[in-house]
């Protein structure tokens, strides 16, 4: 079973890859939408942060009979770079509102 482990998931890169694939829709949105756009963009990326999150630490800590061979032939690398991927989402619509709000915006006063 370890050895076919490896072989059917992804790499790290690939995990980076899907990840910021999965965000470019919500990122997208943030930039563009108002203030109620803003909030509803916010909980759909929470959303699929909540999603992604759990299916990492469900896949590398709970599942009784896979997690230990996740664990073992993957590496803690690679399930910690499993588990922050999920939450990049969440991370970039953030940083765009942030960026976007009016008091990030300095000028003479």
């Given amino acids: 079973m370890i050895a076919e482990i490896g072989d059917k998931m992804l790499t790290v890169p690939q995990i ?3 990840a ?3 965000s470019v ?3 997208w949105a ?3 939408v108002g203030k109620t756009g803003s909030l509803v963009t916010l909980c759909l990326a929470g959303i699929l942060t909540s999603f992604l999150a759990f299916a990492a630490i469900d896949e590398a800590f709970l599942d009784e009979d896979f997690s230990p061979s996740v664990q073992q032939e993957m590496g803690g690398r690679w399930v910690a770079h499993s588990v922050t991927a999920g939450f990049l989402p969440l991370v970039l619509v953030a940083l765009i509102l ?3 709000r009016p008091w990030t ?3 003479p006063r």
Avoid: C, N
Wanted: glycine share 16%.
């Fill in 30 to 32: 943030a930039a563009r």
């Fill in 25 to 27: 829709p919500f990122v």
């Fill in 98 to 100: 942030g960026l976007r």
């Fill in 105 to 107: 915006k300095r000028g």
């Fill in 16 to 18: 980076w890859f899907w």
């Fill in 20 to 22: 910021g694939a999965l």
